[in-house]
């Protein structure tokens, strides 16, 4: 019998290349899972009493987690679609959960948790719904609130209006949306005042280029005895919109309902920018790529990549060979948005074929 060393030395080789391809698949993808939505720093107290239960209190902190991530993801109009879920469908989309802090105070029980849930779980939740989520994502953004008094002929800017003063006292840990708003600045106030007439076509573009931020929301608030009208010009993504809003019956001197008009304000706002970020998750689009297995720095970074954008519904390799891993990715949305993602994170591809290749 004779040894053919040259077959020998082949399938040596192919072994290697096999045994290489299943570490980067065990390597590299035994810690992928569905991303997570994080809430962090959910805080309860509870008096320590006989009948103390720790695992009610922390269910209890599941559903207030489940809850904040709803609000931050959720436009208004949807919330109610998810009023009935219950303790053990919310439990079931849950990753992980971690106990951040807890102590005893003068016989009351203080607990901060912080709750990971299953993305792909959450987003067939919505789906099931009729709902599209929205990525939640922070965003700084320039406020500008202007009052305009027409019985007194009169406009409030800055310290004297409350609005200004207090629109960042009500913040909540789901809203999206960080306001930075202008220092007091004289030049800035006659320059308001010199556009009185046409303010409502002014575009303030000499206030709103002091400073770094380019898109802005600036809201003229129209004063006519109860009835208040506010004009909003919001600036996102390079587009205005104009979005017009009355109140009837509301005295804005009364800190307690101006109060509630910054609250109603802001839920105009945070139900815009969601509406910039919805997940199309009836949109699943199936591509296939290949990138080949003998770097794994490469693949590694890769799937850092897929694992932080939000809009990946999924991916897993599917077969490997002595060359390439093939990975099946679910995407959110077209294939121009998924190469645009992929560009701004140095990625290119050929997509000639049906299989992408990465450059």
């Not at 509870?46 to 209190?57: A, L, S």
Request: net charge positive; with cysteine; glycine share 2%.
């Amino acid at each position: 019998m004779r040894f053919n060393i040259k077959l020998f030395n082949y399938k040596i080789l192919y072994i290697y290349f096999c045994l290489l391809a299943l570490l980067n698949i065990f390597f590299s993808t035994e810690n992928i899972q569905a991303k997570t939505f994080n809430i962090n720093d959910i805080e309860i107290s509870t008096p320590f009493e006989i009948k103390f239960d720790k695992n009610k209190i922390i269910e209890e902190g599941f559903s207030q987690a489940f809850d904040r991530l709803i609000l931050s993801i959720v436009q208004t109009k949807d919330k109610k679609k998810l009023g009935q879920t219950s303790l053990n469908q919310i439990k079931g989309m849950i990753e992980t959960f971690s106990i951040k802090e807890e102590k005893f105070i003068n016989e009351v029980y203080y607990l901060s948790l912080n709750v990971s849930f299953n993305k792909k779980k959450i987003l067939n939740l919505m789906e099931n719904k009729n709902i599209f989520p929205s990525l939640p994502a922070k965003k700084n953004i320039f406020f500008l609130p202007i009052i305009i008094d027409k019985n007194k002929n009169e406009i409030l800017i800055f310290s004297e209006s409350y609005i200004f003063n207090n629109w960042n006292s009500y913040i909540q840990k789901y809203h999206l949306l960080n306001y930075i708003l202008p220092t007091e600045d004289l030049e800035d106030f006659n320059l308001i005042k010199r556009n009185l007439k046409n303010i409502e076509s002014y575009n303030f573009k000499e206030i709103i280029q002091k400073y770094t931020l380019d898109e802005y929301i600036i809201s003229i608030i129209f004063k006519d005895n109860n009835d208040i009208k506010v004009l909003n010009k919001i600036n996102i993504n390079q587009k205005i919109d104009v979005k017009n809003i009355s109140f009837s019956n509301l005295n804005i001197d009364n800190f307690q309902e101006t109060n509630k008009l910054i609250e109603r304000l802001k839920e105009v706002f945070e139900n815009y920018w969601k509406s910039k970020n919805e997940i199309n998750t009836s949109v699943k689009l199936s591509l296939t790529i290949s990138i080949t297995n003998s770097d794994n720095l490469k693949i590694s970074n890769f799937e850092e990549i897929l694992n932080n954008t939000d809009l990946i519904y999924d991916f897993y390799i599917y077969k490997f060979n002595n060359k390439d891993n093939f990975y099946k990715i679910i995407f959110n949305g077209s294939p121009d948005h998924f190469l645009k993602i992929m560009k701004d994170n140095n990625y290119e591809f050929d997509i000639q074929n049906r299989i992408w290749v990465i450059k």
